[in-house]
């Protein structure tokens, strides 16, 4: 049982680059999110899915782009690599809008 | 829109001490109500969720929760704390619309002395 799975896990990406963070659940979700998690911060909602093909953005969404063409995959997109983007990205799901949502195991991005 | 706090940023306590961890949120309406916890280097994981009926909710580990509506609180217990309980503790609140609204806490961190 997989469950929710994100890679890679640690990645150093030099400013302008585009990095994708990838993750993958096994539960059929509808639900999916992706948050990073930054010291005096807590935890941030970058962008969140509702289904496949449908994707809305959270509370710090600027730099970032998601897509979901399929239920499983969510992955998370920076387009051009910031120093400010350097954080602990966590990717969610949930079955519904307001279960508990189950995160992976994290993807530390570093931006250089 | 939708705040959630955490009163403390840092408890310490010895082993076998009690442990409560404040939580409130700002939302009126009706709430669906969680604690995660981080233990260093990991992701979150469910604790326990409250969304109708009991207020006295247990989780795992021998955590426990109770919900007062009427001071909008959802604070976490545990009768006797151990080393392995040193981690990082999330209250989150969803207003149950819509994933936009899963708000977290800022964390509040526990270390547990030998």
Redo the contacts between chains.
């Keep these: 049982d997989a469950g929710i799975t994100q890679s890679p896990r640690y990645k150093i990406t030099e400013t302008g680059r585009q990095v994708t963070l990838m993750c993958h659940q096994t539960w059929s979700h509808s639900y999916m999110f992706w948050y990073r998690q930054d010291l005096g911060h807590g935890l941030r909602l970058i962008y969140y899915s509702a289904a496949a093909d449908i994707t809305d953005k959270g509370e710090v969404p600027d730099g970032y782009v998601v897509s979901r063409s399929k239920t499983e995959n969510f992955p998370l997109t920076l387009e051009s690599a910031t120093r400010s983007q350097t954080s602990v990205y966590f990717c969610a799901s949930s079955g519904t809008n307001y279960e508990a949502q189950y995160f992976g195991p994290g993807t530390r991005l570093t931006v250089l | 829109a939708q705040s959630v706090s955490q009163h403390n940023h840092h408890v310490i306590l010895s082993e076998a001490a009690s442990l409560e961890l404040g939580c409130n949120y700002s939302y009126g309406g009706t709430v669906?109500l969680?604690w995660?916890v981080q233990y260093p280097g990991?992701?979150?994981?469910?604790l326990l969720?409250y969304?109708s009926g009991d207020p006295l909710v247990k989780g795992i580990k021998g955590f426990e929760a109770e919900f007062i509506k009427s001071k909008f609180s959802f604070n976490l217990r545990k009768p006797s704390v151990q080393w392995s309980d040193t981690a990082e503790y999330?209250c989150?609140v969803?207003e149950?619309?819509?994933?936009?609204n899963?708000v977290?806490?800022?964390?509040t961190r526990l270390s547990v002395l030998p």
């Design positions: 669906n969680f995660y990991q992701h979150l994981q469910l969720k969304f999330f989150a969803n149950g619309n819509y994933g936009q899963f977290f806490g800022p964390g």
